[in-house]
């Protein structure tokens, strides 16, 4: 981490962190009156959790993974309770704002005993249900993928190609909670499949070449009748996307930079990827350029893109794409962040058609912060290609 980012984190980062707590604690400590020792200790306890998920993000990367990764499953797990805290805090406050305001219009008078009643209820009551969503989040973001499997019609395939199987992973953040036993396990439920085509869509690492080369390395062993094929995602461009792409050939992934390749000649199709649209001013000479990938391009071939994120879509219709795969997304992984997303991105998840093309935005295969998923499930995508 440069010292620039550094200093960003420190200041920017870490004066969220604190407010967050502040609040957590004002709500669940200090609004209710905990009687003695429990008030302190409440107190303590918030402030120290709060300290470790500020301390723990830096020192783990200074430290050996078998120091770091359990530090960071703590602080990840913490982050993921405390979140939950913050936004049922936040509805419970709406409600409680909106009674008081008409109470105070009706002329009802101010009863201290019937505050802090209700300051001991919400409280407790949030932090059940912080704990209670966590929980539910954690046991279905590590269980087993599921395979997701849909098919797609494209007029433009030949018929000789339709029954076409691609399967897409994407967003698996191999990091500080995820790691080479996870991508083992991508591995054999890819290759049990027997795929025609495996497509990686970006958001693959969470780091260096190396910290965590030797972590992804089982990815050589991925088997697909016509080749693994990768796009850069984000986060690539957090974790040195350069040294990205020139590591993963050594794997025997194929990393599409704005170029087109033919599959299975006059009886497939054209297969495109482009460049992340965070790669813009973040990496010397990258960037998405979908007109420099169709260049000579045959339009009367089916065309399918890999472009991380969705937003791709726009511009992949006006340029004739029979369908675009994407992640990024990873579905909003637990509320309310699907309702947030809809304000980046034109689609979520799912099967979507957009003028003449479609999209396919998957949910993810891993996750990122922390380890859980509320209303989303993670998801190895078997895509058959059909004609239609």
Do not use: C
Not at 9 to 22: D, E, M, N, R
Not at 110 to 127: E, K, S, T
Not at 241 to 264: C, D, M, Q, T
């Amino acid at each position: 981490m440069s010292v620039s980012r550094l200093l960003f984190f420190l200041v920017v980062v870490g004066g969220i962190v604190v407010a967050l707590h502040y609040y957590v604690w004002a709500r669940l400590v200090r609004d209710p009156a905990l009687p003695p020792p429990w008030g302190t200790v409440g107190g303590w306890a918030i402030a120290g959790l709060g300290t470790l998920a500020m301390a723990g993000t830096i020192v783990s990367r200074f430290v050996p993974r078998s120091v770091g990764s359990p530090l960071m499953w703590f602080v990840y797990v913490w982050i993921g309770i405390a979140f939950f805290a913050v936004m049922l805090l936040a509805g419970g406050d709406v409600v409680r704002g909106t009674f008081h305001i008409g109470r105070r219009i009706a002329g009802a008078p101010d009863d201290p005993a019937r505050r802090l009643a209700i300051a001991r209820l919400l409280g407790g009551g949030v932090g059940l249900a912080a704990l209670g969503l966590a929980a539910v989040g954690m046991a279905n973001a590590l269980r087993p993928l599921a395979v997701k499997r849909i098919k797609v019609p494209i007029a433009r395939l030949p018929r000789g190609a339709s029954g076409y199987r691609i399967v897409q992973i994407t967003d698996i953040h191999v990091g500080p909670t995820i790691g080479k036993e996870f991508i083992e396990e991508i591995v054999t439920r890819v290759n049990d499949l027997a795929p025609d085509l495996v497509a990686i869509t970006g958001d693959l690492v969470d780091g260096s070449v190396e910290e965590l080369g030797a972590l992804v390395a089982p990815l050589a062993r991925l088997r697909a009748k016509d080749g693994v094929f990768f796009v850069t995602g984000n986060h690539e461009y957090y974790s040195g996307a350069a040294e990205w792409v020139a590591f993963l050939p050594s794997l025997g992934v194929k990393v599409l930079r704005n170029e087109r390749v033919s599959i299975r000649g006059d009886q497939g199709f054209d297969l495109a990827g482009v460049d992340d649209w965070t790669a813009k001013g973040m990496a010397p000479g990258h960037g998405p350029d979908l007109p420099r990938a169709l260049v000579g391009r045959d339009d009367t071939r089916a065309l399918v893109l890999l472009a991380h994120q969705p937003k791709a879509i726009v511009e992949a219709a006006a340029l004739g794409v029979d369908l675009v795969l994407s992640g990024h997304t990873h579905g909003g992984q637990f509320i309310p962040w699907n309702f947030v997303v809809r304000l980046q991105q034109p689609y979520v998840a799912g099967l979507h058609t957009h003028g003449s093309a479609q999209i396919y935005v998957s949910e993810g295969t891993g996750y990122w912060g922390p380890p859980m998923r509320v209303g989303t499930r993670a998801e190895i995508t078997e895509i058959e290609l059909v004609t239609g």
